[in-house]
Protein backbone atom coordinates (compact mmCIF):
# COMPACT_ATOMS: atom_id res chain seq x y z
CA UNK A 1 0.00 0.00 0.00
CA UNK A 2 1.36 3.63 -0.67
CA UNK A 3 2.83 5.99 1.73
CA UNK A 4 -0.29 8.12 0.95
CA UNK A 5 -3.57 6.74 0.09
CA UNK A 6 -5.89 9.99 -0.73
CA UNK A 7 -4.61 11.41 -3.74
CA UNK A 8 -5.66 15.56 -3.22
CA UNK A 9 -7.03 17.03 -6.14
CA UNK A 10 -9.29 20.31 -6.75
CA UNK A 11 -12.08 18.74 -8.85
CA UNK A 12 -13.52 21.92 -10.24
CA UNK A 13 -9.95 23.81 -10.90
CA UNK A 14 -9.09 19.89 -12.75
CA UNK A 15 -11.95 19.99 -14.78
CA UNK A 16 -11.46 24.07 -15.70
CA UNK A 17 -7.88 23.39 -17.12
CA UNK A 18 -8.71 20.02 -18.79
CA UNK A 19 -11.25 20.52 -21.06
CA UNK A 20 -10.05 20.41 -24.22
CA UNK A 21 -8.53 17.04 -23.33
CA UNK A 22 -10.67 13.85 -24.78
CA UNK A 23 -12.14 11.09 -22.06
CA UNK A 24 -9.44 8.93 -23.03
CA UNK A 25 -6.80 11.45 -22.16
CA UNK A 26 -8.46 11.82 -19.29
CA UNK A 27 -7.78 9.00 -18.18
CA UNK A 28 -4.43 8.80 -19.11
CA UNK A 29 -3.44 11.64 -17.34
CA UNK A 30 -5.02 10.99 -13.88
CA UNK A 31 -3.54 7.23 -14.00
CA UNK A 32 -0.22 8.46 -14.86
CA UNK A 33 -0.64 11.15 -11.39
CA UNK A 34 -2.19 8.53 -9.27
CA UNK A 35 0.79 6.59 -10.64
CA UNK A 36 3.48 9.02 -9.70
CA UNK A 37 1.48 9.71 -5.93
CA UNK A 38 2.25 6.30 -5.18
CA UNK A 39 6.22 6.70 -5.60
CA UNK A 40 8.40 7.75 -3.02
CA UNK A 41 9.76 10.85 -5.24
CA UNK A 42 6.50 11.35 -6.82
CA UNK A 43 8.18 11.39 -10.28
CA UNK A 44 7.66 9.00 -13.10
CA UNK A 45 9.96 7.31 -15.70
CA UNK A 46 10.95 9.79 -18.51
CA UNK A 47 10.84 6.41 -20.72
CA UNK A 48 7.75 5.96 -23.79
CA UNK A 49 7.63 2.17 -23.68
CA UNK A 50 7.37 2.30 -20.06
CA UNK A 51 4.82 4.97 -19.49
CA UNK A 52 2.76 2.68 -22.54
CA UNK A 53 3.54 -0.28 -20.14
CA UNK A 54 2.00 1.78 -16.87
CA UNK A 55 -1.10 3.05 -19.01
CA UNK A 56 -1.58 -0.44 -20.64
CA UNK A 57 -1.42 0.66 -24.18
CA UNK A 58 0.58 0.43 -27.47
CA UNK A 59 3.52 2.74 -28.15
CA UNK A 60 1.34 4.16 -30.95
CA UNK A 61 -1.62 5.11 -28.41
CA UNK A 62 0.50 6.50 -25.98
CA UNK A 63 2.38 8.66 -28.13
CA UNK A 64 -0.91 10.19 -29.79
CA UNK A 65 -1.93 10.50 -25.85
CA UNK A 66 1.07 11.70 -24.78
CA UNK A 67 0.71 14.89 -27.38
CA UNK A 68 -2.24 16.22 -24.94
CA UNK A 69 -0.90 15.45 -21.39
CA UNK A 70 3.15 15.71 -21.56
CA UNK A 71 2.49 20.19 -21.23
CA UNK A 72 1.08 18.96 -18.13
CA UNK A 73 4.10 17.63 -16.91
CA UNK A 74 7.90 18.44 -16.42
CA UNK A 75 10.83 16.65 -17.58
CA UNK A 76 14.19 16.65 -15.43
CA UNK A 77 16.54 14.19 -16.98
CA UNK A 78 15.51 10.18 -16.64
CA UNK A 79 12.28 11.39 -14.61
CA UNK A 80 9.42 13.47 -15.33
CA UNK A 81 6.65 15.34 -12.41
CA UNK A 82 3.68 17.24 -12.75
CA UNK A 83 4.77 20.50 -10.66
CA UNK A 84 2.01 21.54 -8.41
CA UNK A 85 1.54 17.51 -7.29
CA UNK A 86 5.64 17.29 -5.89
CA UNK A 87 4.41 20.77 -4.09
CA UNK A 88 1.80 19.18 -2.80
CA UNK A 89 3.31 15.74 -2.01
CA UNK A 90 6.30 17.95 0.27
CA UNK A 91 3.49 19.39 2.15
CA UNK A 92 1.30 16.16 2.93
CA UNK A 93 4.61 15.04 4.13
CA UNK A 94 5.53 17.49 6.27
CA UNK A 95 1.99 17.43 7.51
CA UNK A 96 1.99 13.63 8.23
CA UNK A 97 5.67 13.55 9.91
CA UNK A 98 4.93 16.28 12.43
CA UNK A 99 1.45 14.85 13.16
CA UNK A 100 3.11 11.52 13.73
CA UNK A 101 5.73 13.32 16.07
CA UNK A 102 3.20 14.56 18.06
CA UNK A 103 0.86 11.62 18.48
CA UNK A 104 4.13 9.34 20.14
CA UNK A 105 5.18 12.02 22.17
CA UNK A 106 1.31 12.57 23.67
CA UNK A 107 1.10 8.61 24.03
CA UNK A 108 3.99 8.87 26.42
CA UNK A 109 3.09 11.84 28.34
CA UNK A 110 1.22 10.94 31.90
CA UNK A 111 -1.40 14.13 31.72
CA UNK A 112 -3.09 12.30 29.29
CA UNK A 113 -4.63 10.05 31.74
CA UNK A 114 -5.85 13.53 33.56
CA UNK A 115 -7.13 14.37 29.94
CA UNK A 116 -9.68 11.49 29.32
CA UNK A 117 -12.43 12.95 31.17
CA UNK A 118 -12.63 15.69 28.52
CA UNK A 119 -12.11 13.68 25.88
CA UNK A 120 -14.62 14.17 22.66
CA UNK A 121 -17.04 11.08 21.61
CA UNK A 122 -16.76 9.45 18.38
CA UNK A 123 -20.52 9.19 16.48
CA UNK A 124 -22.19 11.09 19.10
CA UNK A 125 -21.56 14.50 21.46
CA UNK A 126 -19.90 13.09 24.43
CA UNK A 127 -22.51 13.16 27.35
CA UNK A 128 -20.53 14.94 30.69
CA UNK A 129 -20.55 11.83 32.87
CA UNK A 130 -21.30 12.65 36.89
CA UNK A 131 -23.48 15.16 38.32
CA UNK A 132 -24.56 18.90 36.87
CA UNK A 133 -22.07 21.69 38.94
CA UNK A 134 -23.11 23.14 41.82
CA UNK A 135 -24.38 25.93 40.58
CA UNK A 136 -27.31 24.03 39.15
CA UNK A 137 -26.07 24.43 35.44
CA UNK A 138 -25.77 22.16 32.80
CA UNK A 139 -21.84 21.67 31.85
CA UNK A 140 -22.95 20.13 27.87
CA UNK A 141 -22.50 23.53 26.49
CA UNK A 142 -19.33 23.87 27.80
CA UNK A 143 -18.81 19.99 26.15
CA UNK A 144 -20.11 20.73 23.08
CA UNK A 145 -17.22 23.43 23.08
CA UNK A 146 -14.83 21.37 23.52
CA UNK A 147 -16.09 18.91 21.01
CA UNK A 148 -15.59 21.52 18.67
CA UNK A 149 -11.94 22.31 19.57
CA UNK A 150 -10.66 18.19 19.78
CA UNK A 151 -11.46 18.03 23.06
CA UNK A 152 -9.51 19.89 26.20
CA UNK A 153 -7.36 22.94 25.80
CA UNK A 154 -4.62 21.18 27.35
CA UNK A 155 -1.33 21.16 24.82
CA UNK A 156 0.27 19.29 23.26
CA UNK A 157 -2.63 18.00 20.45
CA UNK A 158 -1.64 14.68 18.82
CA UNK A 159 -3.37 16.40 15.63
CA UNK A 160 -3.19 20.71 15.21
CA UNK A 161 -4.04 21.57 11.66
CA UNK A 162 -5.73 24.49 10.44
CA UNK A 163 -9.12 23.64 11.50
CA UNK A 164 -9.00 20.47 13.71
CA UNK A 165 -7.56 19.83 16.59
CA UNK A 166 -7.26 16.50 18.86
CA UNK A 167 -5.80 15.55 21.84
CA UNK A 168 -3.73 12.29 22.39
CA UNK A 169 -7.44 10.33 23.91
CA UNK A 170 -9.39 11.64 21.19
CA UNK A 171 -7.20 10.94 18.64
CA UNK A 172 -6.65 7.13 19.63
CA UNK A 173 -10.81 6.53 19.92
CA UNK A 174 -11.00 7.82 16.36
CA UNK A 175 -8.35 5.52 15.68
CA UNK A 176 -9.94 2.67 17.54
CA UNK A 177 -13.30 3.38 15.80
CA UNK A 178 -12.06 3.30 12.59
CA UNK A 179 -9.72 0.83 11.76
CA UNK A 180 -10.03 0.77 8.20
CA UNK A 181 -8.73 4.22 7.23
CA UNK A 182 -5.20 3.00 6.64
CA UNK A 183 -3.46 6.31 7.74
CA UNK A 184 -5.46 8.32 9.45
CA UNK A 185 -2.83 11.29 10.51
CA UNK A 186 -3.32 11.64 6.35
CA UNK A 187 -6.55 11.22 6.26
CA UNK A 188 -7.44 14.30 8.94
CA UNK A 189 -4.85 15.68 7.09
CA UNK A 190 -7.13 15.99 4.31
CA UNK A 191 -9.84 16.69 5.97
CA UNK A 192 -8.58 19.76 7.36
CA UNK A 193 -6.90 21.33 3.74
CA UNK A 194 -10.59 21.07 2.99
CA UNK A 195 -12.66 22.06 5.79
CA UNK A 196 -9.58 25.26 5.98
CA UNK A 197 -10.96 26.20 2.28
CA UNK A 198 -14.57 24.94 2.73
CA UNK A 199 -15.55 26.22 6.44
CA UNK A 200 -18.33 24.18 8.34
CA UNK A 201 -21.10 26.49 9.47
CA UNK A 202 -20.46 27.97 12.60
CA UNK A 203 -17.22 26.62 12.25
CA UNK A 204 -17.97 23.64 14.32
CA UNK A 205 -15.73 20.51 12.24
CA UNK A 206 -16.42 17.44 14.65
CA UNK A 207 -19.78 16.24 12.86
CA UNK A 208 -18.10 16.96 9.02
CA UNK A 209 -15.24 15.57 9.49
CA UNK A 210 -16.76 12.18 12.01
CA UNK A 211 -19.10 11.71 8.85
CA UNK A 212 -15.39 12.37 6.58
CA UNK A 213 -14.13 9.55 8.46
CA UNK A 214 -16.95 6.91 8.26
CA UNK A 215 -16.76 7.30 4.58
CA UNK A 216 -13.62 6.37 4.39
CA UNK A 217 -13.39 3.52 6.97
CA UNK A 218 -16.66 2.33 5.20
CA UNK A 219 -14.96 2.36 1.75
CA UNK A 220 -11.76 0.96 3.39
CA UNK A 221 -13.56 -2.27 4.78
CA UNK A 222 -14.35 -2.92 1.66
CA UNK A 223 -12.55 -5.31 -1.00
CA UNK A 224 -10.29 -3.24 -3.28
CA UNK A 225 -11.89 -4.03 -6.76
CA UNK A 226 -15.47 -2.46 -4.84
CA UNK A 227 -13.75 0.49 -3.03
CA UNK A 228 -14.53 4.23 -4.95
CA UNK A 229 -12.12 6.73 -5.71
CA UNK A 230 -12.48 9.56 -2.59
CA UNK A 231 -10.69 12.28 -3.41
CA UNK A 232 -10.58 14.69 -0.28
CA UNK A 233 -8.07 17.70 -0.66
CA UNK A 234 -8.26 20.24 -2.65
CA UNK A 235 -5.65 20.88 -4.67
CA UNK A 236 -5.36 21.82 -8.26
CA UNK A 237 -3.83 19.21 -10.39
CA UNK A 238 -5.02 20.43 -13.67
CA UNK A 239 -2.60 23.33 -15.09
CA UNK A 240 0.93 23.10 -15.84
Aim: hydrophobic letters at 35%.
Amino acid sequence: MADYPAMPLWTDAYLGDTQHLQLHEHGAYVKLLMIAWRTPDCRLPNDDKRLATMLGVGPKKWLSIKEAIWPFFTEEGNKVFQKRQLKVRAEVEKNVSQKRSAGKASAQSKSLKNNETGSTAVDEPLQRQGQRQANGKSTNQNQNQKEERGGADAQPYAFEGKVIRLKSADFEKWRQAYPNVPDLVAELTAADAYYHENKPKDGKWFFPVSNWLKRANNEGGKPLHEQKAFVPLGVDYGSP
